[in-house]
């Protein structure tokens, strides 16, 4: 499979995430209220990949942070993930 999967998800094994690529967090972010395994979306590449503005929102499509995410600590979407909803317990805007 080649190009984006299902719903913008880039397959495993693609080399660079893109803007608008679905992204998992691979560790957790408490400064932000995010933990591994939160899903977002790349509104930004930094230095050709070294770092991604990435944009999590809640699944009314409320912005809940956008974080500046060293590629280490972001992935692609893997097949056959599931997302998991859970309560976000930092402030609002």
Do not use: W
Not at 36 to 47: E, L, M, S
Not at 60 to 87: M, N, Q, S
Request: contains cysteine.
């Amino acid at each position: 499979m080649s190009g984006r999967g299902v719903f913008g998800f880039v397959p495993c094994g693609a080399i660079a995430m893109k803007e608008h690529d679905t992204v998992v967090l691979a560790v957790d972010l408490p400064q932000h209220q995010l933990r591994a395994g939160d899903v977002g979306t790349v509104v930004h590449v930094h230095r050709g990949g070294e770092a991604y503005e990435v944009e999590f929102a809640a699944l009314d499509g409320e912005t809940l942070a956008v974080v500046t995410v060293p590629a280490a600590d972001a992935r692609a979407v893997r097949e056959r993930e599931i997302v998991h909803a859970r309560a976000f317990s930092g402030g609002r805007g």
